[in-house]
Structure formats: structure tokens, C-alpha cells
């Protein structure tokens, strides 16, 4: 069965360090997503991305953050001056224009 | 239930025992509802989907309930077994193809 997958799986980071997130999406899907939990809460969505560009971001997304499609496969988040409060783990997803999901195992971003 | 802060709502059940989690959404338009069971250290997966021109979907020992007047959404499982243990949430899908999660519940099976 098609994966998602995302490294790294734990990424430590000093705080107003720079992190990227890296997530290689299901080949044939079009839509492309980045979602947040913090832990022992609920996921919150961050950003959608299609056709190279950003469809929809919520209020989390703010200046820091960015997100690109580099090549063919891969789909990255960036965060670019990390926060204590940025602590969380992130999941990427994809999906295909039925809207047919497929989450990451997600990577677990600790800022010290 | 609903959660606040760090605190999600926990159902224990008996293992062989039938298990019912509730969700309310939130947004009367959203017409495709998705559970979603999430293991430690694992991303969500993908259990049972419904629209909402369906009151009841069912699938291999799980059954979604939508009440839309209400709005409702049930998780039902069937003779319920140790490796169901786990966080459910439930989701609404808005515009865009956007998830948004409800609060989740934590499913402890006892055996």
C-alpha cells in the first residue's frame, strides 16, 4: 500500500534555529498538506499546497513558516526561527482530488 | 466528549464488549465526515468516511452514525479487541479538501 513518508522522525533544535521538514507524498496525488498536534491535543491543520502553490493556510502559519515542492517528489516545511512553542509533532499528508487521504508517521519536532 | 487542554475523554471497555465514541462537529455545511484512529507515535489512519446524504455507513466491525440535526457524528465498534486501543478522532472536511479535527478519544481496552 502507497506510504507517506517523512523524515526526520524526531528532530531536536536549538530555539531561532531554522528546521526543515522534509515529506516525500504518495506519486500520484495532487494535494499536498502539513498539519500540526501538540501534544495530547487535537491535529490542526497548518497549510494545503497545490498546482506549486499554496491553497489555504490557517492563523498557525505565520511568517516563519514556508513550504515548497523542490522536485517531483518531495514536499518540505520550513520554520524558519524556531519557538519553544513550536514544540509538536507534524504530519504531512496527501491526497487526491476525491479528497482520499494519506497521513505521515509524522516527525517530532522538540525545541530546546 | 469534548476535551480541554491536555485532557482527552477516555473509554474503557471490556475486551468482546461494543464501543461507542461520540464526536459534535462544528460546521453545518462540512458534508464528508472522516474517524480516524491514531496509535502512539503514529499518524492518523484512516478507519470509516461518511457524506452527508447518509444517516449510517457501516464497515468490518465499525459503524458511523450522522446526525445532522444535532451534529453528530458515532463511532460504533464491534466486539471491541486490545489492538483497537488507541486515540480516535473524528473530522470534518471543508472547502478545499481542509480536515478539521475534532478533540479525540482515547479507547483503552481492558482484557
Known amino acids: 500500500e502507497p506510504e507517506v513518508t517523512q523524515t526526520p522522525s524526531h528532530q531536536v533544535t536549538q530555539m531561532g534555529q531554522e528546521v526543515i521538514l522534509r515529506c516525500v507524498p504518495i506519486?500520484?496525488?495532487?494535494?499536498f498538506y502539513w498539519y500540526r498536534q501538540i501534544l495530547g491535543q487535537k491535529v490542526e491543520f497548518l497549510v494545503s499546497?497545490?498546482?506549486?502553490?499554496?491553497?489555504?493556510k490557517s492563523e498557525i502559519f505565520d511568517d516563519q513558516f514556508s513550504v515548497e515542492r523542490p522536485d517531483g517528489s518531495n514536499f518540505t516545511l520550513k520554520i524558519r526561527s524556531t519557538k519553544l512553542e513550536d514544540s509538536a509533532m507534524y504530519f504531512c499528508?496527501?491526497?487526491?482530488?476525491?479528497?482520499?487521504?494519506?497521513f505521515g508517521s509524522g516527525t517530532r519536532l522538540t525545541v530546546v | 466528549g469534548e476535551s480541554v487542554g491536555l485532557h482527552l475523554p477516555t473509554l474503557s471497555v471490556q475486551e468482546g464488549d461494543n464501543s461507542i465514541i461520540n464526536c459534535a462537529y462544528s460546521?453545518?455545511?462540512?458534508?464528508?465526515f472522516i474517524w480516524y484512529k491514531q496509535e502512539s507515535g503514529k499518524g492518523p489512519q484512516f478507519i470509516i468516511d461518511i457524506r452527508s446524504n447518509m444517516d449510517k455507513r457501516q464497515g468490518q466491525r465499525v459503524t458511523v452514525l450522522l446526525n445532522k440535526t444535532v451534529k453528530h457524528l458515532s463511532l460504533q465498534i464491534a466486539a471491541t479487541q486490545p489492538g483497537d486501543s488507541a486515540v480516535y478522532f473524528c473530522a470534518e472536511m471543508e472547502y478545499g479538501n481542509k480536515l478539521v479535527f475534532g478533540a479525540g478519544t482515547i479507547l483503552r481496552v481492558k482484557s
Open positions: 460546521n453545518s455545511a462540512s458534508d464528508y
Open positions: 499546497f497545490y498546482n506549486n502553490e499554496i491553497s489555504e
Open positions: 499528508a496527501s491526497s487526491n482530488d476525491r479528497g482520499d487521504y494519506t
Open positions: 506519486s500520484n496525488h495532487l494535494y
